[in-house]
T-cell receptor, first 115, second 110 residues
């Protein structure tokens, strides 16, 4: 595709439900990142995938959050037993990172609202 | 891990004036310093980046300076225009996830 694609663009759920957010990175990009942006706030790192290496999960805020990346391409971020404080925009990004970091290309995000 | 601090949190300038945003980082191993612009309701987009082997980089009205000794870098926007109004984020990294500053909301008044 032409850019990073995220779905759904908006998700409204009830407290306690599980949600899955999807990210389709730019073809050929080996690195994939998930960030969270609360209203009017900065970009909080969640998790990072690079090639076949073990993911860097150091940013996940609790064990209710998990992510996987299948076949080195599409990634799914899962939030179990959602809480109201999980409400935010979840941004996915990809890059062609090799031996050095490269610019991130962001998706348009998933706006998650937990009622 | 890397910790990036960004100042100011808000900045208001008159059209045509210059704007400067400053960031400091904690990890001396960091060697990549990008700046992203996020317009209201849109995704962040890279506007300029610098690597640790240079001290300054310029692209038209935008420039970034890096002081590795002091571990700080700055974004300079000259001749500001209303369309420069946005939130600007700095970031620092070596290899792996970029850690972002908290952002600066720039308002350019016509």
């Amino acid at each position: 595709g032409a850019g990073v694609s995220q779905s759904p663009s908006n998700k409204v759920t009830e407290k306690g439900k599980d949600v899955e957010l999807r990210c389709d990175p730019i073809s050929g990009h080996t690195a994939l990142y998930w960030y969270r942006q609360s209203l009017g706030q900065g970009l909080e790192f969640l998790i990072y995938f690079q090639g076949n290496s073990a993911p860097d999960k150091s940013g996940l805020p609790s064990d209710r959050f998990s992510a996987e990346r299948t076949g080195g391409s599409v990634s799914t971020l899962t939030i179990q037993r959602t809480q109201q404080e999980d409400s935010a925009v979840y941004l996915c990004a990809s890059s062609s990172q090799g031996a050095t970091n490269e610019k991130l290309f962001f998706g348009s995000g998933t706006q998650l609202s937990v009622l | 891990g890397e910790n990036v601090e960004q100042h100011p949190s808000t900045l208001s300038v008159q059209e045509g004036d210059s704007a400067v945003i400053k960031c400091t980082y904690s990890d001396s191993a960091s060697n990549y310093f990008p700046w992203y612009k996020q317009e209201l309701g849109k995704r962040p987009q890279l506007i300029i980046d610098i690597r640790s082997n240079v001290g300054e980089k310029k692209d038209q009205r935008i420039a970034v300076t890096l002081n590795k000794t002091a571990k700080h870098f700055s974004l300079h926007i000259t001749e500001t225009q209303p369309e420069d109004s946005a939130v600007y984020f700095c970031a620092a990294s070596e290899i792996g996830p970029e850690r972002f500053g908290a952002g600066t909301r720039l308002t350019v008044k016509p």
